[in-house]
């Protein structure tokens, strides 16, 4: 049963990370590699507040920090015209240090005994079960995070973001500045992964330096896993589809670890096989399309 309710607490604030990805891969159509540094960086800043005991004030700060990273990615891209990729690599490697620095230059930040977000909300609700508080709050936190990035789409500047992923020569056309526009979705997208991290470092009750190694694939397996299972239908459909993904995908990771001899030094290959394997759908749908028209004509 406890497997069950960690893979559900689990899925649901990855989520976070998975509308993060999705709006910058999928919305913006820019590959952006900061993820990892940011995820990373609201770690860091949320358990150094939390254990300065401001567990709320520390996921508020871990927002505004991934802001930030995705405002020096997205301003490395428009006004220094670095490649979009590189842009992101230099952002991530970068934040390395700023979160040793956050961290007091260790490699690891415990919450063992820190009043954190999950532990005040047990505190007022006592008499229900610790496991069941924590999957609340994940539900709550997640869907919050989906009600805003959903209504931020059907802002003008959202629809402005999604028009520069679209078509940019067309939203060039339209005396829209998409310099700007680029850097604030990227700090847009950052946010919510760096919110991700806020959470997790809570939720785990410890923060690590290399907690954010290989997360831009988790993030990418539960937004592409959720395209697969439930197709592309708009940003609020893609939306819910990543968190949707992003459970599923917790699911799959329980099942490989939990009933397969694998060891846990395993998982970043399971990682890249899902990732793999949801990306070779379409090929696969396609491959059996031609034939069954092959058949057809013979």
């Avoid at 893979?7 to 709006?23: E, F, P, R, S, V």
């Avoid at 990771?253 to 290959?269: F, G, R, V």
């Amino acid at each position: 049963m406890s497997i069950i309710f960690g893979t559900a607490q689990l899925g649901l604030i990855y989520g976070l990370l998975a509308i993060g990805i999705y709006i910058s891969f999928r919305v913006l159509n820019v590959p952006d590699l900061t993820a990892e540094g940011s995820f990373t960086f609201g770690l860091a800043v949320s358990s150094v507040v939390a254990t300065a005991g401001h567990s709320w004030l520390a996921i508020l700060l871990s927002i505004l920090v991934g802001g930030l990273a995705g405002v020096i990615t997205g301003l490395l891209q428009t006004k220094c015209k670095i490649h979009p990729v590189l842009a992101g690599i230099l952002t991530m490697s970068g934040l390395y240090s700023v979160n040793m620095f956050v961290m007091g230059e260790r490699a690891n930040v415990t919450l063992i005994g820190v009043d954190t977000i999950f532990t005040q909300v047990s505190a007022w609700m006592p008499a229900v079960d610790r496991n069941i508080v924590k999957l609340l709050l994940s539900v709550l936190v997640t869907a919050a995070g989906c009600v805003i990035a959903i209504l931020f789409f059907r802002t003008h500047i959202g629809l402005c973001v999604r028009a520069a992923g679209d078509n940019e020569t067309m939203v060039r056309a339209s005396s829209i500045n998409v310099d700007r526009v680029k850097v604030l979705a990227l700090a847009f997208s950052n946010a919510f992964i760096a919110f991700c991290g806020g959470v997790i470092a809570q939720y785990q009750s410890f923060a690590d330096i290399n907690s954010g190694v290989g997360i831009l694939v988790v993030g990418l397996a539960s937004v592409i896993i959720g395209e697969v299972i439930i197709g592309k239908h708009g940003v609020t459909i893609g939306i819910l589809s990543a968190v949707a993904g992003s459970v599923i995908y917790r699911i799959i990771i329980a099942l490989a670890t939990t009933y397969t001899p694998l060891s846990a030094y395993m998982l970043k290959l399971i990682s890249a096989v899902i990732v793999a394997a949801a990306l070779s759908v379409p090929a696969i749908k396609q491959a059996i399309s031609l034939q069954k028209i092959k058949r057809g004509g013979v």
